[in-house]
């Protein structure tokens, strides 16, 4: 598809849980974005990545929370030991991540919903 | 500490009239800005952005004005539509290319036939 998309689309889980999330970002872009929406929030950043630079984890809220970027394409969120507060929509964006007068668009995929018990 | 706030978690316009959401921000070092809309259960979608150097983008019904110096900004729509109803956010970056954006919390729109 021509758009960034993501698995899966809801996820229940219990307390305590790992859980995995992916996003395939729209190809030819290398910058990948993670933010997450809680109710009622707006959007918080968690990590992104940017070719091959070390990624930027200034915003996982906890050492519970990982990321991976395999290839410069796909990656896969981890959220070891999962609490109720880690329930909300993560978001996956990519951009084409270039500087030198580009912008920031970041284009979102559709979310998924994880729900923690 | 809220970087950008949206101060008005919803609006209600009639249709055919303009629209206008605010975006204030504290960071000075925030030199990109752009206006995303959200429907329920997708994802965020880029409208319209505008840089720094610039006091006014405009693309089609949507124009952004951009007050440096009260840190402020605003989405205008015009005339609004029926399809313009959705949470609308505004964010944030410092520099262009990669950055993270870091966004408001969000306004509700309904356009009202």
């Known amino acids: 598809g021509a758009g960034v998309s993501q698995s899966p689309s809801n996820k229940v889980t219990e307390k305590g849980k790992d859980v995995e999330l992916r996003c395939d970002p729209i190809s030819g872009h290398t910058a990948l974005y993670w933010y997450r929406q809680s109710l009622g929030q707006g959007l918080e950043f968690l990590i992104y990545?940017?070719?091959?630079?070390?990624?930027?984890k200034s915003g996982l809220p906890s050492d519970r929370f990982s990321a991976e970027r395999t290839g410069g394409s796909v990656s896969t969120l981890t959220i070891q030991r999962t609490q109720q507060e880690d329930s909300a929509v993560y978001l996956c964006?990519?951009?084409?991540?270039?500087?030198?007068?580009?912008?920031?668009?970041?284009?979102f995929g559709p979310g998924t919903r994880l729900t923690v018990l | 500490d809220q970087q950008v706030k949206q101060n008005s978690p919803s609006l209600s316009v009639q249709e055919g009239r303009i629209s206008i959401l605010n975006c204030d921000y504290t960071n000075s070092m925030f030199d990109y800005f752009l206006w995303y809309k959200k429907y329920p259960a997708e994802g965020p979608t880029f409208l319209i952005s505008?840089?720094?150097?610039?006091d006014k983008n405009e693309d089609g019904r949507f124009t952004v004005f951009l007050n440096k110096s009260a840190k402020h900004l605003s989405l205008h729509i015009v005339p609004s539509q029926p399809g313009d109803s959705a949470v609308y956010f505004c964010?944030?970056?410092?520099?262009?290319?990669?950055?993270?954006?870091?966004f408001g919390q969000g306004t509700r729109l309904t356009i009202n036939p």
């Open positions: 964010a944030a970056s410092r520099g262009r290319g990669a950055q993270k954006l870091v």
């Open positions: 990545f940017q070719g091959n630079s070390a990624p930027d």
């Open positions: 964006a990519s951009s084409l991540g270039l500087g030198g007068g580009h912008g920031n668009e970041q284009f």
């Open positions: 505008i840089s720094s150097i610039k």
